[in-house]
């Protein structure tokens, strides 16, 4: 794990912006602690119930949630005094595997925190094939090269009831895209940024980072799902969701633990 | 280990001189030296022997001799080699369901052994986790070997063979159902298949034919859909699909194990690499052909508990005949002769 923590971008942050807080210092004294990101799904503000078609999308179609998995990666802790911390690397998410919906942050240092940045999905420097490390799960996110090689950043499946009542599946895969017309690729990873408060001494907190699944599919551009499931090489899907993405996090009850 | 011997020989003895009780055999000088082996190829993920069971040269050695040996068997005539056949990736050559000793089929179709050593789970249903747990259970499966493991560690204990066999791998020739899995387990983990046509196209050694190549791009792609669960590198995920067989799974797979009903139906996706090798095809074997396997897919499958999302029941795959026949071109470029002839696997000298 690669940490950082922005001694060198606070010079510059106080430099530029005059960012930093010297009327509210750090506690003499003030030990490290732990930050523990919990990542929670929900859909339409009620928590997520895997394997059962009973949401409405803003489209009006009922569909259902099988499989969720995702990274979000580069997940940054910024001090009301402009120091940052954070983590150089991709968290995995699935929700059908409880283990991965925790990721701890060791050794934040104490202080007053005002926010948190992360990426959705992958940088481009991540986004390459070989790009995360060799292990079972980000192998499975494999993304092909012809369709712009890496990784998916999210894979989110299930089934939804069409107009006639028939079920159909759905596989909001989302992810780069490469096409033969153009000369460049189009990411579409976002970052987020969330206010947060908590004051770090030496103690663990819980963070929860929620995600509503509704809002991909309605905010601001109303995401219907495809007759046919295949949208990884769909340039205006793609563009939807990435727009629609960023409104759907939120930070749930911070607590001490 | 040699001063042990000497400190229990004369222990022995001593026992031995307060009369009636005879002596026991003392233990046997074992090497105290392996040659350890890697375990892992180019080209395929990271993967590791578990800490308790590391590979070497010697417990390669006893594990292949223990896989082609009918010793396991209750009549002596099964070994593991007669389910798995080198020549057909480690399938049972063809068949749909192996026959045990008292001539009774099972009712899943042997897997192929390929890339064993990548295994997160296995059995069709995943029950089990590693290759050593894995190796447990035909040995006493009524159907399969009808054997106990008391009895095959007698009839190894007593072998002229085996017991110096076990010394030179563990340390000690005694013998017992967890060293004789672990041997096992190791030889399986020499199962490395990564020398396809495929594999050294992609090591640019060679060119794929114009068929292959569009059967790669149409595999790689959402109309073919094939590397969702058949992933590039190992081609299996190593999850479970219920991919939209039956209506109403008679086999309920994972639920076997899981206990979940929303298991139902699901089996462990696998390996596509040899896939030309390893007909039939399925959990169950009910498809013959490679032809038959990508009718299902294009044909879209039925509905189905749990049926994955990424099957499309009523709509199906865009292929056409031609694109089928290039996709299973491809297919054929993960054969790997070189894995397949490999005369490592055979059976050994000395193997019944």
Known sequence: MKRFAGAGLVALCLAVSGCGNDENPVEVGAQPGKVVLQTQHTVGGADLVLNDIRYPNAAGQMYSVVTLIYYLSDVVLHRDDGVIYGLDRALYNDVADASTLEHTLDDVPAGTYTAITFTWGLDAEKNVAGGLPDNPQNNNMFWPGMLGGGYHYSKCEGLYLDTQGAQKGYATHTGRVRRDIDTEDHHHFFTVTLPIGLTVDGDTWSVPIVMDLNQWYEDPNVYDFPDVPMIMNDLDRQRMLMENGASAFSIGGITSR | MLALALAFGAAASLVGCKGDAAAPTPPRACPDETDPVAVGA???????????????????????????????????????????????????????????????????????????????????????????????????????????????????????????????????????????????????????????????????????????????????????????????????????????????????????????????????????????????????????????????????????????????????????????????????????????????????????
């Open chain 2, 42 to 352: 180019p080209g395929l993920p990271a993967v590791s022997a578990p800490a308790d069971n590391p590979q070497t040269l010697q417990g390669i050695a006893l594990g292949r001799r223990l896989f082609h040996d009918p010793i396991l068997s209750r009549d002596g005539t099964q070994s593991c080699a007669t389910c798995h056949e080198p020549a057909f990736a480690f399938s049972d050559g063809g068949r749909r369901f192996s026959v045990g000793v008292d001539g009774i089929e099972g009712t899943r179709n042997a897997p192929a052994l390929t890339n064993a050593a990548w295994n997160l789970v296995n059995f069709w249903d995943g029950r089990v986790t590693s290759l050593e747990e894995q190796a447990i259970e035909p040995v006493e499966n009524p159907i399969e070997m009808g054997e106990t493991w008391d009895r095959v560690v007698t009839k190894l204990q007593r072998h002229p063979d085996y017991p110096d066999l076990f010394c030179r791998v563990f340390g000690t020739d005694v013998i017992t159902r967890t060293r004789v899995v672990q041997a096992i387990a190791q030889f399986e983990r020499t199962f490395v298949s990564n020398n396809s046509r495929y594999d050294r196209w992609l090591r640019g050694q060679l060119q794929l034919t114009p068929a292959e190549q569009r059967g790669l791009i149409l595999f790689e792609d959402e109309r073919g859909d094939c590397f969702h669960c058949h992933t590039p590198g190992l081609f299996t995920d190593l999850v479970f699909h219920n991919i939209g067989l039956e209506a109403s799974p008679v086999d309920r797979g994972l639920a076997e194990a899981t206990g979940r009903a929303t298991d139902v139906g699901k089996f462990k996706t696998p390996s596509l690499r040899n896939v030309a090798l390893t007909a039939p095809n399925m959990h169950d074997g009910r498809f013959e052909t490679l032809d038959e396997v990508l009718d299902h897919y294009i044909s879209g499958g039925v509905e189905s508990p749990n049926r994955d999302p990424l099957i499309r029941v009523g709509q199906g795959l865009p292929l056409s005949e031609q694109d089928k026949q290039d996709i299973i071109a491809f297919l054929h470029a993960l054969t790997d002769t070189s894995f397949v002839n490999n005369p490592d696997f055979l059976a050994p000298d000395g193997t019944p």
